[in-house]
């Protein structure tokens, strides 16, 4: 008896324990099934920042804080003691459980929101479908919305100027969102792994495109960089794995280290404001064609290394270019020809070896190409102009001698001006008549 209930509690013990693990199993969908709910301003915290009197915050630099200290009106000695202090609201938090479209409100206890802290909305806002930020909110904080992979849509105010870092990383449902016309910059990874990410347009105002700026963002096709931005970082349009034209304007003068890195862009002008390149500017891409412009100075080491260049089979180096660094083009293992215009430019070992190399008699170019093996042919740059037909002269006076145009039956000197003016004559349309060469009036008309 002693062993039949022991039996049967450990049967009970197990039955219990596997009970348990089921429950444990699924009690994190059972629950979130639960809490799940509609999104109101309810489900928001927020938080009130007091600056001094007199103070104003400068939002395009972020958020200020209690203990920030902008524009002081009272370091001039002012009195402001009329003045009252200024008061905002900032969303610092927001229940996980909230569902389908949330709007923030536009004033909290009397209080304008002017911002979303960072961190704002966490991982774990996965129900939430469309987010409306109102006009009042001039600021968002880094990481504010990262992680809210429901998110299809995200309506920004008109009048934000500033957007922190990662701000809507890892939204990865988010199909549509239009950047306000008041960002000057574009942050690091602010739209990384946004991979359903169709369109974007960056408005005419952006300078700066950061690191990591449109990360994994697969869907991406086509990009138009406005005239003005004059950076763009590293790897900023990294595994964006569907983006085949590029439009970067002259005005861009920086840009990182693998910026097209697994994409399907296959040429590229590096813009004229480049003086620099960057080390393995094109690393990961699969660039067949590079165009270098006046203006581009030096080429560093490893400018053209790495996998993204091993499928470019020519190359020009623009005039302007004075100094091309050792192992510069070291990932251009398909190089069949390299052109360098200008005949005194630096060269060192380029890191790879091209058949031939097209440059100027007696310049470095041609120095390099003996030196290390290298077929070298002078340049031909300059295209072959239309040689016109040699017209013919006309007959000459019945019974004179051959070659005497003006009729004296003789062959002078003035018989061989007669012939060159005929010539130039004739081929600059003219029709001219034997009488109009030799200004002989006895000359046939």
């Not at 990009?223 to 861009?252: H, K, M, N, W, Y």
């Not at 016109?388 to 062959?411: K, M, N, Q």
Request: proline share 6%; glycine share 8%.
């Amino acid at each position: 008896m002693k062993m039949t209930m022991k039996k049967l509690t450990a049967i009970c013990m197990a039955t219990i324990v596997s009970m348990c693990s089921l429950a444990l199993q699924s009690s994190g969908t059972g629950e979130r099934n639960l809490l799940v709910h509609a999104a109101s301003a309810d489900d928001l915290t927020f938080e009130i920042v007091t600056l001094r009197k007199g103070q104003v915050p400068d939002f395009t630099a972020g958020i200020p804080s209690d203990d920030s200290l902008f524009h002081m009106f009272d370091q001039n000695n002012e009195d402001t003691s009329s003045l009252e202090p200024y008061q905002f609201a900032v969303v610092k938090g927001c229940d996980k459980y909230a569902a389908g479209t949330l709007e923030i409100p536009a004033e909290y206890e009397g209080v304008p929101v002017e911002a979303i802290g960072h961190s704002a909305f966490p991982y774990g806002c996965y129900d939430l479908r469309k987010i409306i930020v109102p006009e009042s909110v001039k600021a968002i904080g880094s990481f504010a919305f990262t992680g809210c992979t429901g998110v299809t849509e995200i309506i920004l105010p008109s009048k934000i100027c500033s957007i922190g870092s990662y701000a809507f990383s890892g939204c990865s449902a988010l199909q549509n969102i239009v950047i306000p016309d008041g960002i000057k910059k574009i942050t690091g990874s602010c739209f990384a792994e946004c991979s359903s990410l169709k369109a974007v347009r960056i408005p005419d105002g952006v300078v700066s495109i950061g690191s990591g700026a449109f990360t994994g963002c697969s869907s991406l096709t086509s990009i138009v960089i406005p005239d003005g931005v004059t950076a763009i970082g590293s790897q900023a349009f990294l595994s964006c794995s569907s983006l085949e034209r590029l439009e970067v304007p002259d005005s861009v003068s920086s840009i990182g280290r693998g910026f097209i890195s697994g994409t399907k862009i296959t040429s590229f002008t590096v813009p004229k404001s480049v003086e620099v390149m960057t080390s393995y500017m094109f690393e990961g891409a699969k660039l067949e064609e590079i165009t270098l412009q006046e203006g581009l100075l030096r080429i560093p080491e490893y400018s053209l290394a790495g996998s993204g260049c091993s499928l470019l089979k020519t190359l020009t180096i623009p005039q302007s270019v004075t100094n091309i660094r050792k192992n510069a083009f070291s990932g251009c293992t398909s190089l069949e020809s390299i052109t360098i215009l200008n005949p005194e430019c630096a060269l060192n070992d380029f890191g790879c070896k091209p058949q031939t190399i097209y440059g100027a008699w007696g310049s470095t170019a041609e120095t390099f190409a003996a030196e290390n093996g290298i077929a070298f042919k002078p340049l031909d740059d300059a295209p072959q102009p239309e040689v016109p037909e040699t017209p013919a002269l006309p007959e000459a006076p019945a019974g004179s001698v051959f070659g005497d145009v003006s009729g004296d039956r003789d062959i002078t000197a003035a018989d061989a001006q007669y012939v060159l003016l005929f010539y130039t004559e004739k081929l600059t349309g003219k029709q001219p008549t034997w009488y109009q060469i030799t200004g002989n009036p006895d000359s046939p008309v």
